[in-house]
């Protein structure tokens, strides 16, 4: 069992910057990937981005490409959503994820963050 520690988020302007951590709670096969999903009122859980620990490489959905960036500090299993340039539709609450590959549909990641929210007002 992987547990996932988020932090960050808040309430910030359009075109301002955020910084979301998530903490695992192992560094075991299921936290080879970490990264995040996110959810707006009435909307399905979409794909944010993903990171994965052994090969470095990173993952991002179409419209967050340029403006956020992934990281993760392996020593301490932490991962970091670096976002700028934020804009209304980034408003949702953002959700870490734990697994050991790479995937974009949700019902692939079996250990979840609690959620964060995320709002950015224009």
């Known amino acids: 069992q992987v547990q996932l520690e988020e932090s960050g988020g808040g309430l910030v302007q359009a075109g301002g910057s955020l910084r979301l951590s998530c903490a695992a709670s192992?560094?075991?096969?299921?936290?080879?990937?970490m990264g995040w999903f996110r959810q707006a009122p009435g909307k399905e859980r979409e794909f944010v981005a993903t990171?994965?620990?052994?090969?470095?490489?990173?993952y991002y959905t179409e419209s967050v490409k340029g403006r956020f960036s992934i990281s993760r500090d392996n020593a301490k299993t932490t991962a970091y959503l670096q976002m700028n340039s934020l804009k209304d539709e980034d408003t949702a609450v953002y959700y870490c994820?734990?697994?050991?590959?790479?995937?974009?549909?949700?019902?692939?990641?079996?250990?979840w963050g609690q959620g964060t929210q995320v709002t950015v007002s224009s």
């Open positions: 994820i734990a697994g050991k590959y790479a995937r974009q549909n949700a019902d692939d990641y079996e250990y």
């Open positions: 192992e560094r075991g096969s299921n936290s080879y990937v």
């Open positions: 990171i994965n620990r052994i090969t470095g490489s990173t």
